[in-house]
Structure formats: C-alpha cells, structure tokens
C-alpha cells in the first residue's frame, strides 16, 4: 500500500493520527488527499492512502475491490501509524469518504484501536450491489446479475483478463442522465480527473461486484464502543446508506453516547467530495478531539 502522509508545519510531541480513504474508485491524489491535508492544517498527523490493488499501491489482478481485503487496508494504516515516533498511538481515528465510509465503519466494529470514525457521503457498497440502488432488485434480477457476473468470469478466465465495469460518464453527460451520474461524470471526468482514478477512467473490475453481494457489512456495527460520527448531504441520491446505518448502529446498542447522525441541508453527495464551503472540517475535528 502507499500513501501520501501530511503533517502540520510546526508542532511539538506526540500527534494524533488520521488514517483516511475514499471514495470507492478514487486515488489519494482526488478526495481523500484534501481531507488529508486539511486535517493537518488543524494539528493532525495524516495520511491518504490507495487501497490495494489500486493506484499506486500494488497487488495483482488489478482494479479489485472486497469488504474483507479494503477492511484490512484501513487496518494496515492503522499499523503503520501506530508505529510512527511522532504519533500518539492512542489517539488514531479514520475518515472514510463514500464507499469507504461504510468500510470505514466496518472497521470500527473490529478495530479497537480506533478512537473515532468519521463516515462522509456513506455508500454501503455492499447492499448497493445485492440490492440495487433505492433497493430496486428484486429476487429474479439479483439472480440474473449473478448469473451475469459469474458468466463473466469464465469470459475473464479465457482472456487471461479482466473485463473493467466502466468509469463515469465522458462530458458532456447526456441530459436526461440521473443527476447523481452528472454529478460523478463532473467530479471525475471534469475538476478531478486524475489517470489512475479508476472512476475517472475504466472503472473496476465487473467481477468485484460479487464479493460485495455475497458479504453483508455492518453486521457487528451495534458492538462499536468508540465515537462514530456520520455525514451526509440532504439532497444526496446516497442519504439513505448513512440512515440506516445510523439507526443499524444505535438499536440494541448499549453505546450510543457517542455517536451522531449529521445531515447537511441541500448538499449533494460531491459536495462532501471538494466543496470547502460544505465540508464540516469545524465539526469533523471537534469531534475528533472530544473523541480521542
């Protein structure tokens, strides 16, 4: 794995730490590269890492993603700083962007080494691809898309090959595109594109969806002692992922103390992406130090 570290430019002793990520098909170059740094601007030890087989880090087949393997990377950065002279290992928290905010939250329910989570624009990647976008599979199309999936690695199979799922749309985007597909295409085809954004370019390998469809996330989320903060924009197709996964997490919890739901009105999903003027970096690292 590699990742860009950041550190404020003057400072004495120990720092605490930030391991961040996201979102799911980004490089550390795009989002998480901004959090990253401006969380250092406020006192903080970060890093913005790419995950496995992705980016700059390495591993082979490329452009694969699973739950158990992308859980395991924020864990491994969690090592890392851990280590580090400068930080204070006990004073580490995450920030997961989209995908990786509900992979960040995997994390927390494993993780005690974690003083605070911060979930921004959440996609539960796995319940987005067993249950299709606003839950719209039904039993007969969830198994057709595994019948096509797994059709599919065959066809990879004899390639020697993986077929890439496609990034977002080239711009212009067609007008009567979602808006949500716009709103991706400008983000990663217009003011972020970057030529290892997989987003931004052929998108992930069509197989990896199947991990995801088979491997429920946020089963343990209820079991999460340590502080957990989830932010979301209003008007963002995606809002839904962070509500339930709120309530997921605080029914039957005996630790609900620290944890919070913060919904931003009218903010779209980008917006917590780069819109500096929408991202809560006041709230996020008041949040963090009250945590840690």
């Known amino acids: 794995?590699?990742?860009?570290?950041?550190?404020?430019?003057?400072?004495?002793?120990?720092?605490?730490a930030i391991s961040v990520c996201g979102p799911f098909g980004a490089v550390k170059e795009q989002c998480s590269g901004l959090y990253a740094m401006k969380m250092a601007e406020r006192g903080f030890l970060t890093i913005a890492f790419d995950p496995s087989f992705t980016g700059e880090s390495s591993g082979t087949?490329?452009?694969?993603?699973?739950?158990?393997?992308?859980?395991?990377?924020?864990?491994?950065?969690?090592?890392?700083?851990s280590t580090l002279e400068n930080v204070d290992s006990e004073k580490i928290s995450i920030i997961g962007i989209c995908g990786w905010g509900g992979l960040a939250l995997n994390v927390a329910s494993i993780d005690t080494r974690i003083k605070a989570t911060i979930c921004s624009t959440m996609y539960n990647m796995s319940k987005v691809n067993h249950d299709g976008y606003f839950n719209s599979n039904t039993e007969d199309s969830l198994y057709e898309l595994k019948e096509n999936l797994n059709k599919q690695r065959i066809d990879d199979y004899?390639?020697?090959?993986?077929?890439?799922?496609?990034?977002?749309?080239?711009?212009?985007?067609?007008?009567?595109?979602?808006?949500?597909?716009?709103?991706y295409s400008e983000y990663y085809k217009g003011?972020?594109?970057?030529?290892?954004?997989?987003?931004?370019?052929?998108?992930?390998?069509?197989?990896?969806?199947?991990?995801?469809?088979?491997?429920?996330?946020?089963?343990f989320s209820k079991e999460i002692r340590n502080a957990v903060l989830i932010i979301h924009g209003e008007k963002a197709h995606s809002c839904y992922f962070s509500k339930e996964a709120y309530e997921d997490m605080v029914k039957d919890s005996k630790y609900t103390n620290n944890k919070e739901l913060m919904i931003i009105p009218g903010a779209v999903h980008t917006d917590l992406y780069d819109n500096l003027e929408v991202i809560p970096f006041d709230k996020i690292e008041d949040f963090i130090r009250r945590n840690i």
């Not at 794995?1 to 605490?16: F, H, R, S, T």
Request: charged letters at 25%; proline letters at 9%; a negative charge.
């Open 1 to 16: 794995m590699v990742a860009d570290q950041y550190e404020p430019k003057n400072y004495e002793g120990k720092l605490p």
């Open 61 to 81: 087949p490329r452009y694969v993603a699973s739950p158990d393997i992308n859980t395991e990377d924020f864990q491994a950065s969690i090592d890392y700083l």
């Open 158 to 183: 004899k390639n020697n090959d993986y077929k890439l799922g496609g990034g977002c749309l080239e711009l212009p985007v067609p007008e009567d595109s979602p808006f949500f597909v716009k709103d």
């Open 191 to 219: 003011r972020a594109y970057h030529e290892r954004s997989l987003n931004s370019n052929g998108g992930w390998n069509m197989t990896s969806a199947l991990s995801f469809i088979n491997t429920p996330q946020h089963t």
